[in-house]
Nanobody, 123 residues
Framework: QVQLVESGGGSVQAGGSLRLSCAAS????????MGWFRQAPGKEREFVAA????????FYGDSVKGRFTISRDNAKNTAYLQMNSLKPEDTAVYYC????????????????WGQGTQVTVSS
């Protein structure tokens, strides 16, 4: 069992930055790939980024490539999402998730989810 708690959301102006954190419970954190998804009102959940269990492989959704960076610290049981050059269209609830595998952009393949953290970007 893995419990995930996101933090770091908030309000920022366009062009600004935020760093989201995802703290995981349990000693099996390093067995899971970690992902970030987001969901804006009235829209489907969208893949943002994922990182393999070792941190050696990362991949991103097209809309955030070059602006967002995913990372993890297995010693701290924490995953991160550094978000730079934020745009109003990045406004959404951001969810952290854990996948018992190599990571995937498909949200149905994730085993555990956090409660989400709101990110609001104003123009």
């Amino acid at each position: 069992q893995v419990q995930l708690v996101e933090s770091g959301g908030g309000s920022v102006q366009a062009g600004g930055s935020l760093r989201l954190s995802c703290a995981a419970s349990g000693r099996t954190f390093r067995a899971y790939a970690m992902g970030w998804f987001r969901q804006a009102p009235g829209k489907e959940r969208e893949f943002v980024a994922a990182v393999s269990w070792s941190g050696g492989s990362t991949f991103y959704g097209d809309s955030v490539k070059g602006r967002f960076t995913i990372s993890r610290d297995n010693a701290k049981n924490t995953a991160y999402l550094q978000m730079n050059s934020l745009k109003p269209e990045d406004t959404a609830v951001y969810y952290c998730s854990a996948n018992y595998g190599m990571g995937t952009p498909v949200h149905d393949e994730y085993d555990y989810w956090g409660q989400g953290t709101q990110v609001t970007v104003s123009s």
